[in-house]
């Protein structure tokens, strides 16, 4: 999709970075505030005309709530009117989304994102830019994508937050693509703000990373350490391990769906994600993508959660390696499909990098075996050795988080040794108080004197 900020954006690539590109449109928005006389502040909505908002729309009835998308119009509210909105997008016809309004949607997050007057618009209120922009190398033209969307990286013009933007044409939008991440909030989970439809597209604003996802990162700067490899799959567990308990299956873990951040990585892309009714989920149809497939998902006879672990178990093969499994020993144009490998020779522990750690190897076969009775869970991954190394085994595994901590254990270790002189001090003085004591106390006619030893002292 074409947006006019696009126009001549490729010049700009060798001489401008996206702050560069940011800063100018901040400049320019603001020349256009002082040439217009007004500012957003008071085209703006106050908090309180925010809640009023809310609490009228949470008060209204299903009936009143269609009229209002059907009529047009941005505005703020609940998960449940956010997932209202999207099941009235895909359950429209084709004839029917032609007749909506040019924007409209729901929005979950006030603090980040500013509606002005029932208006939220693309190149004016939030402004979008091609993603890979953001990255340094621009040779491997990679833009990061969904099921059937592009991402952009996507700012509010008046809060300046940064957000992912991920558009899907109308023809390919699915609610499950929004009903998941709303639905579920856990910080390995990429956070959803709102959904606004928009040229027939609908745009999903959710939380950035900064980062990129772990496929940019691989494609970039190849293979990565164990060390990273082990911080990634920490992340990715936890997320797993949440959504598992609520019997949700995400069915596509792969490098392109982990994206990292500063001090966290968290799991996107939920269009192929189910929840579980019964011990044992049968498909309809294939889901995930195929060289990450674990074997009772090819055979399509029924699977549960245990088919995310082994997706994750091939990821940590393509972390490792640089390449995803049974890719450099099948390569595709000798094999149409990689699904009667992944039938006949799973699990790929050909693929596992030579330089693999031993407790690492462990770990990989407890993700990857075949039998997914047998394969081990994300509560019980998360307490395996392999990514929990002692810092003698793995010096440089350590996230932001702990780094921090090991600064904060070493100001508590530094403050108590300070204590612990103090103290010394104090009980040199009680020592000698002692001392004197014992030396003068049977003479009271040395008193005075035993007085003026012990000020001495102190």
């Not at 700009?12 to 020349?31: G, K, R, S, V, W």
């Not at 309004?101 to 939030?126: A, H, S």
């Not at 597209?201 to 496929?215: C, D, I, K, N, T």
């Not at 490899?229 to 308990?245: C, M």
């Amino acid at each position: 999709m074409d947006y006019k900020y696009d126009s001549g954006i490729e010049l700009l690539l060798a001489h401008m970075n996206i702050e560069d590109i940011i800063n100018a449109a901040e400049t320019l928005y603001q020349l256009e505030e002082e040439e217009g006389g007004s500012s957003f502040e008071e085209e703006g909505l106050s908090q309180e005309e925010m809640d009023e908002n809310e609490e009228a729309g949470d008060s209204a009835g299903p009936g009143t709530q269609q009229k209002d998308y059907v009529d047009g119009g941005v505005r703020y509210g609940t998960v449940t009117d956010l997932l209202s909105f999207v099941n009235l997008l895909s359950s429209m016809q084709a004839a029917a989304l032609q007749q909506l309004p040019e924007e409209m949607g729901v929005l979950l997050n006030k603090k980040y994102m500013c509606v002005k007057n029932g208006r939220y618009q693309i190149n004016m209120d939030v402004l979008l830019f091609p993603w890979k922009l953001t990255y340094k190398n621009h040779g491997c033209g990679l833009v990061p994508k969904g099921s059937f969307g592009k991402v952009h990286l996507a700012q509010d013009t008046t809060t300046r937050k940064r957000m992912a933007c991920k558009l899907i044409p109308m023809e390919n939008f699915k609610a499950a693509d929004v009903e998941f991440q709303a639905r579920f909030r856990h910080e390995n989970i990429a956070e959803l703000y709102g959904a606004l439809l928009f040229d027939q597209s609908v745009h999903l604003f959710m939380e950035a990373g900064e980062g990129g996802s772990v496929l940019e990162k691989l494609d970039s700067c190849g293979p990565m350490r164990e060390f990273e490899i082990i911080w990634v799959t920490k992340q990715v567990l936890r997320g797993l391990e949440y959504l598992h308990s609520h019997n949700v299956i995400h069915h596509d873990i792969k490098p392109s769906n982990i994206v990292l951040m500063s001090d966290k990585a968290v799991l996107v892309d939920f269009g192929l994600t189910v929840q579980m009714t019964e011990d044992v989920y049968t498909p309809r149809d294939l889901r995930g993508t195929e060289m990450y497939m674990s074997p009772e998902l090819v055979l399509c006879r029924g699977h549960d959660t245990k088919t995310d672990i082994y997706s994750l178990g091939t990821t940590i093969i393509h972390m490792q390696t640089g390449s995803p499994p049974w890719v450099r020993r099948y390569p595709r144009t000798a094999y149409p499909s990689y699904l009667y490998i992944i039938h006949k020779q799973a699990p790929p522990l050909e693929d596992i990098a030579e330089d693999c750690s031993l407790v690492m190897r462990s770990f990989l076969e407890r993700a990857l075996e075949r039998n997914p009775a047998l394969r081990s869970s994300a509560s019980e991954l998360l307490k395996d050795e392999a990514i929990n190394p002692s810092r003698d085994d793995q010096p440089r595994c350590w996230s932001l988080d702990s780094a921090l901590e090991e600064v904060t254990n070493t100001m508590l270790r530094q403050q108590s040794q300070h204590h612990d002189t103090i103290q010394g001090k104090e009980r040199g003085v009680e020592v000698s108080l002692l001392l004197a004591v014992d030396d003068e106390i049977l003479s009271l006619s040395n008193m005075p004197s035993l007085l003026c030893r012990i000020f001495s002292v102190l």
